[in-house]
Each structure stands twice: as C-alpha cells, then as structure tokens.
C-alpha cells in the first residue's frame, strides 16, 4: 500500500516549482514554502529534543539529502552563469 505524505516536502515543494520552464535565475533564487520551512523547523527542534519517531527521522534525513542536492544544483548554476559573464 502507497504510503501517502502527510506533510509538505522539501522534494515535492521544488518539484512544484519545476512544473514550467523557470530561468536560471528563479532556480538560484527559489526558497521552500513556508509550510515546508516549518515543517523543517519542526523535525529539527524535536531531532534535539530527542522526540522524533522513526518515520520523522527518515522524513527529515531524506529532506536534508534534498536539500544538499538542491544547494549543490543552485552552486553550479551560479558557476555556470559567472563563466558566462566572463
């Protein structure tokens, strides 16, 4: 049985986002919602409080894990678009 989510992602947030051509430029500059923001908030706050449950932690370790990727997309976009310059 499909497991469905319950609370926004960073993952699906972004996915979102992509659903029309976007620039270079709206990439760099995109931020997750505020929703997902929170819900972020939320997962780290309590990962130190030691009060997650075990499928908030694969939750938030698949959410960080997307959020490496997206920073490291935005830091080549950046460097591609600085050669461009050059």
């Known amino acids: 049985m499909p497991v469905v989510q319950e609370h926004p992602t960073l993952v699906g947030?972004?996915?979102?986002?992509l659903t029309?051509?976007?620039t270079t430029d709206e990439i760099i500059q995109w931020?997750?919602?505020?929703e997902v923001q929170k819900r972020i908030e939320d997962l780290l706050l309590r990962q130190n409080e030691g009060t997650l449950e075990?499928?908030?932690e694969r939750?938030?370790?698949s959410t960080l894990q997307a959020e490496?990727?997206?920073r490291l997309l935005?830091?080549?976009?950046?460097?591609a678009k600085s050669k461009q310059r050059r």
């Open 13 to 17: 947030d972004f996915a979102e986002f």
């Open 20 to 22: 029309t051509l976007r």
């Open 31 to 34: 931020r997750p919602s505020t």
């Open 54 to 56: 075990r499928e908030e």
């Open 59 to 61: 939750e938030l370790e």
């Open 68 to 70: 490496m990727m997206l």
């Open 74 to 79: 935005k830091a080549k976009l950046m460097l």
